[in-house]
């Protein structure tokens, strides 16, 4: 399963200690260069700079399309854009991604898509936590990940709780 990831999943799931559920659901991640400059750049600060650097299952690969990665860049930031574009090139099962906007250019490129949320829900689905509210509620408390009170409450009653 090829599963390539933007910034926002890695560093917000890593804020709240949850980074690992990435490697449970999907095995192998792939970042683009973008994100890891993105993840790495800013120092220790940023929730997910040392894993990306040391987690053997979190790979770099760089992208071959500048054409479609300086096309997507007219509207997205560059750690979206070459996610998008390499989710293109390889052909992946799934891209990581939570930015609306970049959702709707996966979606023209028919790329499957999910967020955090989805990554929540199919870990509960699982058995690899035990309550989505807990760690949705660190999210949006420590990681200041925003959530709408309507896509919450949603979200929640997917899972049952």
Known sequence: MIVVSDTSPITNLAAVGHLE???QLYG???IPPAVYRELT????TIPGYKEVQTF?????????DSELVASLLEQLD?????AIAL?????????LIDEELGRQFAEAYQIRFTGILGVLIEAK???LIAQ???????LITNAEFWVSERLYRRVLQTVGE
Not at 41 to 44: I, L, R, V
Not at 56 to 64: A, G, L, M, S
Not at 78 to 82: L, R, T, Y
Not at 87 to 95: G, I, K, S, T, Y
């Open 41 to 44: 750049t800013a120092g220790e």
């Open 87 to 95: 989710a293109v090139e390889q052909q992946a099962d799934w891209l």
């Open 132 to 138: 989505v509210k807990v760690v949705l509620d660190d």
């Open 125 to 127: 689905h699982r058995g």
């Open 21 to 23: 559920l990435l490697q």
């Open 28 to 30: 192998q991640i792939v």
């Open 78 to 82: 560059e750690g979206e854009a070459e």
């Open 56 to 64: 053997d299952w979190i790979t770099v690969q760089p992208v071959n």
